[in-house]
Each structure stands twice: as C-alpha cells, then as structure tokens.
C-alpha cells in the first residue's frame, strides 16, 4: 500500500502512477490510496488502505483491532477506523470512522498495521453492542482466547465512569474471573443455578478422573453430578459422537451426566433447575431450591419440568 504522497516523495512520477494504474498493475482503492499489485486485495491491506487514508495518527477501530489481534476467526464486514479527535475526513464512507480522545494513550506501541490495544479496544466495543449477549460473548471471547485478562479489563474499565452496559461488563468480569468462557454458561450461572438457588457448581476445572485430561463445563462434586452445556443449537456427527463418549467416560467413573443446550437453558431456565434439583436430592443434597419468579416451575416437595 502507498499513499500519492509518499510514491511522489520517493521519486515515482505522476504520470507513471497514471500508467500504472491504467494498465491495472496498481489499483486505486481510495483516492490517493494505491495497492501496488493487481488482484484480489487482501483484508488487512484493506484495513492499511484506510489507516492511510485517515491521515497521520489513524489506526484500526476497535472491532478491526480486535479481528487483527485474533479475537474473531473472520474480517468484519465492515472495517473501521479510529482517528483523533476532532479531526474530519470526506470520503470515509466505506468504513466506519471513530473518533477518540487520547488516542496515543490506548494505541498498542508496536502492532502493524496499527491498532488499539487489545483492552481500551474491547471496552470501546462494548459501547456500540446493542445486545447483553453480545457484551458477554465479547468479553468472555477475549479472555477465553488469552488476549487480555479479567484485571487489565478491570483496570481500562476504572478510567469509564460514564459507560454504557458498564454494571454488565463488571458482572460479566466477575463471571469469568469465576470460571464462565462463553454466553451459555453465564446463562447457566445466573439463570439457572443462582436464580433458583441451587448449590455452587466449578466451572471449567480440569477433570483426570476419566483416565485423561477433560474439562467438565460444571460439577457438582458433592454430589457426584457433572453438568455439560452444548453452546451450539444441536450436535451432530463426530461432535455428537464425542459429547456421547465425554458422558459415558463421566458414567464409569461413578458420576451422573446431565447435557443442556442452548435452547434448554435461555428458553427453559426454570425447567432445567427442577431438572437438576431432583437429580441433586436423589444424591443427598438436602438445600431448598427457589422459584425465581411468579410463572417458576421449580418445587421443593415435587419438582416440575417445563414441557
């Protein structure tokens, strides 16, 4: 990638970027922005193309840094860029632009193209998600894949006073440091296990009781009963196969199994806590479950599910 003005400062004449770019050996993707090959344009040089059009001081907004810094498998379908603020670009329309205050205080120092850092990018996109599962999917996405910590987000969070979803993000914080990785667990967490006041649960603890290293999603160890929560819709094929042997390992090491999906826990929350409760009292648990609600289908005496 190069701009108009840095081909000119290094000696290639006007007329032959009109040539180069007539015989299609360089391509014009934003006015004064060349790729210097023909074809396909690759995602990132797009993501420099904009940078560069952007001016001095521009970098990825938070959604690209994040994508360049792996937290999502695919490029946005929209780039964006984040400028200092203040500054105004004409012609910016095919990106999303940001602008921010103290720019060179959330850049990462030494990331190419540049970028925020992973932090105040995370944060910053938590301002523009609509959804709280969006929120937690973020937030638990970027740990989970072991580009920040539950403390460094804390500290980026204590400079946002005035935030947007920020009671979630110190909930969801809390969640992970607890031992949540995904949008399904913090369901479980908190829509099934404590809203019906059911005994704590370890998530994501290493297991070798099975012959091998596993991670049970949650385990009631008391009561020998291992929870395992499906993210996707449904599991088919060699997953299915898997999830199918992970249980049955659970089973010869002297455990019960119980397996919830994702329309189990976010439709049926209530069913899946007098699920559980019945199971945890047949193995002497003597706690009192709780209805979360007037419409809750959970009982101490005679536990009900939800059809």
């Keep these: 990638m190069a ?7 290094a000696g290639v004449t006007k007329a032959r970027i009109r040539s180069r770019l007539g015989t299609g050996e360089w391509q014009r993707v934003f006015h004064g922005v060349y790729v210097l090959s023909s074809g396909a344009i ?57 602008r921010r205050a103290r ?18 990018a995370t944060i910053d996109l938590c301002r523009e998600l609509k959804e709280a599962d969006e929120v937690i999917g973020l937030l638990s996405g970027v ?15 204590e400079e946002r006073r005035q935030l947007p979803h920020r009671a979630l993000i110190v909930t969801v914080l809390a969640d992970i440091e607890y031992g949540v990785r995904s949008v399904l667990e ?8 404590r809203a019906h006041g059911l005994p704590p649960s370890t998530l994501n603890r290493p297991d070798d009781r099975c012959g ?4 049970r999603d949650a385990e009631f160890k008391e009561y020998s009963l291992v929870v395992e929560l499906d993210g996707a819709r449904w599991h088919g094929g060699d997953q ?14 002297g455990r019960l199994t119980l397996r ?26 003597t706690g009192t479950v709780r209805r979360c609600g007037p419409t809750c289908s959970v009982s101490n005496d005679h536990p009900e599910q939800s059809d």
């Design 186 to 193: 913090h369901e479980w967490l908190n829509n099934v296990e």
């Design 103 to 120: 720019l060179s205080d959330a850049l990462h120092p030494a990331a190419s193209p540049p970028r925020l850092r992973v932090e105040p």
């Design 260 to 285: 919830y999906g994702w329309e189990d826990i976010t439709h049926d929350p209530c069913g899946v806590a007098a699920e559980v409760a019945a199971v945890l009292r047949s193995q002497g648990w």
């Design 42 to 98: 690759a995602p990132r040089a797009l993501v420099w193309a904009a940078i560069l059009f952007s001016g001095a001081g521009a970098a990825a907004g938070p959604r690209t840094s994040l994508w360049l810094a792996g937290a999502f498998d695919d490029p946005p379908s929209r780039f964006d860029v984040v400028v200092p603020e203040g500054r105004r670009i004409r012609g910016s329309e095919r990106f999303a632009l940001h």
């Design 143 to 157: 740990v989970q894949r072991g580009l920040t910590t539950v403390s460094r987000l804390r500290g980026e969070l």
């Design 212 to 215: 091998r290293r596993e991670y």
């Design 240 to 253: 299915a196969v898997r999830d199918r042997r992970r249980d049955n390992r659970v089973t010869v090491s």
């Design 3 to 9: 701009t108009r003005r840095q081909l000119l400062a």
